[in-house]
């Protein structure tokens, strides 16, 4: 597997308060990706890294930042909980060759109550 | 905008039967394909991928895939499913580029695989 940590791995948070995940990789990848995985709507994009401090946004980005400091680390915070962010989440890695896939952390289970 | 169908959202079968997954992107240009598997509790893990040549993959697993550009499928397909391969499959397209570069993954919706013995 390659070297992606995620933490913490499950998290119960109330309505209203902040919550950062982090992404922790040792591969080196250019590319850092946070997903969110919802049934019946497979894995959706928040944000990508594509180097420190070099952001953008996925397709669901409303009520999400993320930073990047390090190349090692990518943080995804939910600056105001919302019932409606219980997700599993995923970040992902990929290097700088087009053609090469992208790996998987084991995901961060978040209830929001 | 790019997107990834998957057209069974649920598949039952009994062991050694024959698994074929439908997926079909909508992307005009030069795509890479993608089939990941996750099993219960766990993270996703690549099965097989197309980049370029062979529109036939081979994966881990006793998996393949074909790629058919005329009906922009990747239909993803096994002779004989074991009871192991119970789990959710998803199809993945690549974006071209985003800002900076890099691949965006595309997902598919996923299809819960139950194989009963």
């Known amino acids: 597997d390659a070297g992606i940590t995620q933490s913490p791995r499950h998290k119960v948070t109330e309505t209203g308060t902040p919550v950062t995940l982090r992404c922790h990789q040792t591969?080196?990848?250019?590319?850092m990706y946070w997903y969110r995985q919802d049934p019946g709507h497979g894995l959706r994009l928040i944000h990508y890294?594509?180097?420190?401090?070099?952001?953008d946004k996925g397709e669901v980005s409303d009520g999400y930042s993320v930073s990047r400091s390090k190349t090692e680390d990518f943080l995804l915070t939910l600056e105001s909980a919302t019932s409606s962010q219980t997700s599993v989440y995923f970040c992902?890695?990929?290097?700088?060759?087009?053609?090469?896939?992208?790996?998987f952390g084991q995901g961060t289970r978040l209830t929001v109550v | 905008a790019q997107s990834v169908s998957q057209h069974n959202h649920h598949v039952i079968l009994s062991e050694a039967a024959s698994l074929e997954l439908g997926c079909n992107y909508s992307?005009?240009?030069?795509?890479?394909l993608f089939w990941y598997v996750q099993y219960p509790g766990q993270h996703l893990q690549l099965l097989l991928k197309y980049f370029s040549g062979d529109p036939l993959v081979k994966g881990i697993k006793g998996f393949e895939a074909e790629f058919i550009k005329s009906k922009f499928s990747f239909n993803l397909r096994k002779p004989s499913v074991q009871w192991s391969d119970t789990a959710e499959y998803f199809c993945a397209v690549t974006h071209v580029i985003l800002t900076g570069g890099g691949n965006k993954l595309t997902f598919g919706t996923g299809t819960q695989l139950k194989v009963e013995l």
């Open positions: 591969e080196n990848h250019r590319y």
């Open positions: 890294s594509y180097g420190v401090k070099d952001t």
């Open positions: 992307y005009g240009g030069t795509v890479n």
């Open positions: 992902a890695i990929s290097g700088t060759d087009l053609n090469t896939e992208a790996f």
